[in-house]
């Protein structure tokens, strides 16, 4: 987890040069409104957001797809960088606000600064670590995340709406994610009413724009599982509405996209350069273009993705491979980035191979320790490792209703301290079952410890086969790509487990060696 954390992208020291610009602007300004946790169900919601689907009747909208880790700061890096969590080189988990580094990736704001305009950010202060501040003009940062926050966030934004000087704005409101941790999550009434008020507050942003002049786009960065949390690998938190109105925008619903894909279309809007690390594309069938406009797009992609490709390449230690530069948008897009992925591919799948052959080693080991140690005993010991799984599962999943994924992770502490519970609970359960069954106490002190220890043992080697497989798909820790979450969160769970059942099955194996004297 640690190294999750510390995790920086191949690109952190080769960042790809920004291009050419993708020629004149279709608007005059382009305010793009954030809203933090917004599942797209709720955003659909007419009774609950009618001002924000009152724009999508009027604008253009689909479906948005990101990819974990789906906590906040990955998700703002992905939608302004335009690349995903492996290579945008943001947190890519959320860091405190003193440890948060600014992107070294280029990024929307360096490109509409780069290009003249005047930037303005309005919401969270995270913001004021990630965006470089030298590509925004003007700002206010809050430290609040509730309602009275978003109040103060909409406040300060209007006059730069009214004064029409800035031609990107970017305005966060995360009233709905606050209600996601703290008020039940989307279950919740509570839940709801937030989002009805960022509506409103989404109308008082709408009626100082012209939308035969100005864009507004309004999206998401995550969603939030049932019970409230977001940050894995969860579908819910995995799809995000994306609506965007007004000048230069051809009304309609679309087939879905990618979170990748806002900044590259963004950046085209205002006639910036695409974002140099964007994985994504520009979204033209959703823009009223000029054939020239398509022409300087289509340039501008094929030189973006060349550029982009050479430097992954290159930091990951694959061979160069030529991608053809013609065809359209989308179909440069996609050929470059499919490119992009066997490289990725490659490298990993000779790194798996060697994992593989170090846990076919470890496997055999431990079927050679259970064949030599296994006698009369050993099958109700295998069941009392069953006992443990099934009644630790039991709690977990089915009455706490937790998900297998950090989005059920809320502190180290909480996290910690409900499996050192769960455990005792499941193991004070198989191990009672185990010394009833087998009438361990009879047997002596020495036996009973013996029988306890045994049974943490296979308890431990039944938790150790997704700590294998999950060193097989995604290494020991993460060096020059990020994990497949959903492994990783399930060897993170087992490993804590075994960290704790050990020391339990210490305790258990005193107090039965004390209960056997007691009985003899």
């Excluded at 191949?10 to 020629?23: I, M």
């Excluded at 409103?200 to 960065?221: P, W």
């Excluded at 790194?351 to 846990?359: D, G, L, Q």
Aim: one cysteine or more; proline letters at 5%; charged letters at 15%.
């Amino acid at each position: 987890m640690n190294a999750i954390f510390a995790y920086r992208s191949p690109l952190q020291h080769t960042p790809p040069a920004a291009g050419d610009t993708t020629g004149e602007a279709i608007t005059r300004r382009l305010v793009f409104v954030l809203v933090d946790a917004l599942r797209e169900d709720t955003s659909l919601k007419g009774e609950v957001m009618p001002n924000l689907n009152a724009l999508r009747q009027q604008g253009a909208w689909a479906t948005m797809h990101s990819r974990p880790p789906s906590f906040s700061e990955p998700g703002y890096t992905t939608l302004l960088v335009g690349a995903w969590p492996d290579i945008h080189d943001g947190p890519s988990l959320n860091l405190e606000y003193e440890e948060i580094y600014p992107w070294t990736q280029d990024n929307l704001f360096s490109a509409v600064h780069r290009a003249g305009m005047r930037t303005a950010v309005s919401g969270y202060y995270w913001f004021e670590k990630l965006i470089p501040q030298e590509a925004v003009d003007i700002a206010f940062y809050t430290p609040g995340e509730d309602r009275e926050a978003d109040r103060k966030v909409v406040d300060a934004a209007i006059p730069w709406l009214r004064d029409g000087d800035f031609q990107l704005i970017l305005i966060h409101l995360d009233q709905v994610d606050w209600a996601g941790h703290h008020e039940g999550g989307p279950r919740d009434p509570r839940w709801d009413a937030a989002a009805s008020r960022a509506d409103a507050l989404i109308g008082e942003i709408l009626a100082e724009l012209d939308l035969e002049r100005d864009t507004l786009f309004v999206c998401s960065d995550h969603g939030q599982i049932d019970r409230g949390g977001h940050g894995g690998q969860d579908a819910i938190t995995l799809i995000e509405p994306f609506i965007i109105a007004g000048a230069g925008i051809r009304p309609g619903a679309y087939a879905d996209v990618k979170m990748v894909d806002a900044a590259p279309t963004l950046a085209a809007i205002l006639g910036a350069n695409i974002p140099a690390s964007s994985q994504g594309q520009v979204l033209t069938e959703m823009l009223d273009l000029s054939p020239e406009k398509i022409a300087e797009i289509e340039q501008a992609t094929a030189n973006q993705q060349e550029q982009l490709l050479s430097a992954y390449q290159e930091a990951i230690g694959q061979p160069a491979i030529s991608v053809s530069s013609a065809g359209s948008v989308s179909t440069l897009a996609a050929n470059y980035q499919a490119t992009l992925e066997a490289a990725w591919t490659a490298r990993m799948r000779g790194e798996r191979v060697v994992r593989a052959a170090v846990a076919l080693v470890v496997l055999v080991l431990l079927a050679v320790l259970i064949y030599r140690t296994w006698n009369r005993d050993s099958g109700w010991l295998v069941g009392g490792a069953l006992i443990y799984l099934i009644l630790f599962n039991l709690r977990y999943a089915v009455i706490d209703g937790r998900t297998y994924s950090l989005s059920s992770v809320y502190s180290t502490t909480e996290i910690v301290s409900y499996c050192a519970i769960t455990a005792l609970g499941a193991m004070l359960a198989s191990w009672s079952a185990i010394v009833w069954r087998l009438k361990a106490l009879r047997r002596g002190s020495m036996q009973v410890s013996e029988l306890t220890l045994a049974l943490v043992g296979y308890v431990a080697l039944a938790l150790s086969l997704p700590v294998l497989w999950s060193y097989v798909l995604n290494g020991a820790v993460a060096v020059w790509t990020l994990p497949d979450f959903g492994t990783v969160f399930q060897a993170f769970m087992a490993l804590l487990q075994i960290l704790l059942i050990v020391p339990i099955g210490f305790v258990l194996a005193g107090l039965g060696a004390l209960a056997a004297r007691l009985v003899k």
